[in-house]
């Protein structure tokens, strides 16, 4: 197993990809936190689903965009596993998309608190904990293909996702010498949807995504399992040379100059 004996807590993991993390993580041996705005069936049924690969689950109510929320996360997650070896920040807002002109302060505002600001002030604390213990660890944010290219009505979601990329990278050199690596996912076109035993979906074809002939040369859409993939690769020993750096997981998107 990859992560062994390994403390993971996620954000953003009661269902879709977060769930997809929560689940390869355990598979690959670490005890994992569940951590979500809402707790309910669908975070009961993640925290399940890691008990059933024989790993302990912790669940955590938290809104990521508040920051004394975010330390007591931290606070609950120590007392709960010890430590903490890997952090994924993947916390999202519904919707995440929107017209130009109905952008208002309120949505703007809940972008950047959400998806820059919690983000950064989980991964400090993570990196301070990490240091502490004097092991290093990994810690992995979800960018997007977004943070590549413009697409219409994604400019908000599009810009911090941007600067999530900006932010692995100062992490990275910030963290300099003390073991802790930095590092970004950007998912592209990922059916998020699971069977109710936990297993990805079938992938969707491209007869299923209408105009996407061109845009994704795989030529299907990705399923929760290649991000989650990406994930374990990044925390392990096998990314264990890359730090700073965004991997896309895309089918070749970006790439192909494909667009949304």
Request: charged share 25%; net charge negative; glycine share 12%.
């Amino acid at each position: 197993m990859l992560l062994e004996g390994k403390k993971a807590l996620v954000t953003g993991a009661r269902k879709g990809i977060g769930r997809g993390v929560a689940l390869r993580l355990a598979s690959e041996g670490a005890d994992v936190g569940i951590a979500d705005i809402l707790l309910d069936d669908e975070a009961e049924r993640t925290a399940e689903l890691v008990r059933e690969q024989g790993r302990k689950a912790s669940l955590h109510q938290v809104d990521a965009t508040k920051l004394p929320d975010l330390n007591r996360l931290f606070d609950e997650f120590l007392i709960e596993h010890g430590r903490i070896d890997v952090l994924v920040n993947n916390a999202i807002m519904q919707p995440q998309n929107r017209p130009l002109f109905e952008i208002d302060e309120a949505f703007w505002d809940h972008m950047m608190d959400l998806s820059l600001k919690g983000y950064f002030f989980a991964s400090q604390r993570a990196a301070k904990e990490m240091v502490a213990q004097g092991d290093g660890g990994a810690i992995v944010s979800m960018a997007s293909v977004h943070a590549y290219r413009a697409f219409p009505g994604w400019t908000p979601y599009g810009m911090a996702k941007a600067g999530l990329r900006r932010m692995a990278m100062g992490l990275a050199t910030d963290l300099s010498g003390t073991g802790v690596r930095v590092n970004c996912v950007a998912p592209g076109y990922i059916d998020a949807s699971f069977t109710d035993d936990g297993r990805d979906p079938d992938r969707l074809t491209i007869a299923d995504m209408p105009n996407f002939e061109t845009r994704i040369p795989q030529q299907v859409g990705g399923v929760p399992g290649d991000i989650a993939g990406a994930v374990v690769f990044l925390c392990s020993e096998m990314g264990g040379y890359v730090n700073g750096e965004t991997l896309l997981v895309d089918g070749g998107m970006i790439a192909s100059g494909g667009s949304m």
